[in-house]
C-alpha cells in the first residue's frame, strides 16, 4: 500500500526485455535507504518487488500483465520515473490509499497554465470514470491528485509547482500517456451495492438506503 507521495525521481538505467515481461534496472538513493529483498517499491504508479539492489540502484520484474496494462513498456534508458516506498504503520497519510495496481492508461489531451497551477486534462475509459468524483482523488502515474472536474470521456487535475517539479508529470505533454489507478473506496461502494445476500430465499440488497443508514455514506 502507498499514499501517491513520490518520494524521489528515479532514472532508468536499462531494460531487458523477454517475449512478455521486463526486467527494468533503475538508479535511486532515497528510496534504497532501507530497502530488503522482496520489498515493494511503487514505480510510475505500478508495485513492484526488489529482486536486487546496491546503494544507488535496484532491479525489479514486470511480469506480462504489468507490462500490457501499464505505460513501463514506454520505458528507456535514462527516463525518469516516480518511485514511492510502500507506507510505513505509523506514516502521515499525505494522499489518498494507492494500491499500486493501476486500472488503465489515459492520455493527457491538454494541458495549460492557471496562475502558479498547471492543469491537466486526461482521457480515460468509462471503466475508470465510473469511480471519478470531483474532489476525490485518483493516482496519477503514482501521484495523489485531486478531481477538479469531469467531462465527457475525460477528467481535470491540477499540480502545483511542486508536485509539477518533483514528478515526472509536470514534465509530459499533450499525447502521453498516464498510468491512473482509481480511489479503491469507490471500488469497494460499488460492490457493495451491487452485492446481492441469500438466507433461507430471503434476499435483501445492500443499497443507498442502506449504507446510508448505516453510517457509511
Same mark, same amino acid.
Given at each position: 500500500?502507498?499514499?501517491?507521495?513520490?518520494?524521489?525521481?528515479?532514472?532508468?538505467?536499462?531494460?531487458?526485455?523477454?517475449?512478455?515481461?521486463?526486467?527494468?534496472?533503475?538508479?535511486?538513493?532515497?528510496?534504497?535507504?532501507?530497502?530488503?529483498?522482496?520489498?515493494?517499491?511503487?514505480?510510475?504508479?505500478?508495485?513492484?518487488?526488489?529482486?536486487?539492489?546496491? =546503494?544507488?540502484?535496484?532491479?525489479?520484474?514486470?511480469? =506480462?500483465?504489468?507490462?500490457?496494462?501499464?505505460?513501463?513498456?514506454?520505458?528507456?534508458?535514462?527516463?525518469?520515473?516516480?518511485?514511492?516506498?510502500?507506507?510505513?504503520?505509523?506514516?502521515?497519510?499525505?494522499?489518498?490509499?494507492?494500491?499500486?495496481?493501476?486500472?488503465?492508461?489515459?492520455?493527457?489531451?491538454?494541458?495549460?497554465?492557471?496562475?502558479?497551477?498547471?492543469?491537466?486534462?486526461?482521457?480515460? =475509459?468509462?471503466?475508470?470514470?465510473?469511480?471519478?468524483?470531483?474532489?476525490?482523488?485518483?493516482?496519477?502515474?503514482?501521484?495523489?491528485?485531486?478531481?477538479?472536474?469531469?467531462?465527457?470521456?475525460?477528467?481535470?487535475?491540477?499540480?502545483?509547482?511542486?508536485?509539477?517539479?518533483?514528478?515526472?508529470?509536470?514534465?509530459?505533454? =499533450?499525447?502521453?500517456?498516464?498510468?491512473?489507478?482509481?480511489?479503491?473506496?469507490?471500488?469497494?461502494?460499488?460492490?457493495?451495492?451491487?452485492?446481492?445476500?441469500?438466507?433461507?430465499?430471503?434476499?435483501?440488497?445492500?443499497?443507498?438506503?442502506?449504507?446510508?443508514?448505516?453510517?457509511?455514506?
Amino acid at each position: 500500500m502507498f499514499t501517491g507521495i513520490v518520494e524521489e525521481l528515479g532514472i532508468v538505467r536499462s531494460i531487458s526485455k523477454s517475449a512478455n515481461s521486463i526486467k527494468i534496472n533503475i538508479g535511486a538513493t532515497k528510496v534504497i535507504e532501507d530497502v530488503k529483498m522482496g520489498d515493494s517499491i511503487a514505480v510510475n504508479g505500478v508495485c513492484l518487488t526488489v529482486v536486487e539492489y546496491s =546503494p544507488n540502484h535496484f532491479v525489479a520484474d514486470v511480469m =506480462p500483465e504489468t507490462v500490457a496494462k501499464t505505460n513501463l513498456k514506454e520505458l528507456k534508458a535514462n527516463s525518469l520515473v516516480n518511485l514511492e516506498r510502500a507506507l510505513s504503520l505509523g506514516a502521515r497519510l499525505g494522499g489518498h490509499l494507492v494500491q499500486g495496481h493501476v486500472d488503465a492508461i489515459g492520455t493527457i489531451l491538454k494541458k495549460e497554465t492557471l496562475d502558479i497551477a498547471i492543469i491537466y486534462k486526461i482521457n480515460a =475509459p468509462n471503466s475508470i470514470l465510473k469511480y471519478i468524483v470531483p474532489k476525490g482523488s485518483i493516482a496519477i502515474d503514482g501521484i495523489s491528485l485531486t478531481i477538479v472536474e469531469l467531462i465527457n470521456d475525460s477528467f481535470t487535475v491540477s499540480l502545483i509547482p511542486h508536485t509539477a517539479k518533483n514528478t515526472t508529470l509536470g514534465q509530459k505533454e =499533450p499525447g502521453d500517456r498516464v498510468n491512473i489507478e482509481s480511489d479503491i473506496i469507490g471500488r469497494y461502494v460499488e460492490r457493495l451495492l451491487k452485492f446481492d445476500t441469500s438466507d433461507n430465499h430471503d434476499k435483501s440488497a445492500i443499497n443507498y438506503n442502506f449504507l446510508a443508514e448505516n453510517g457509511f455514506l
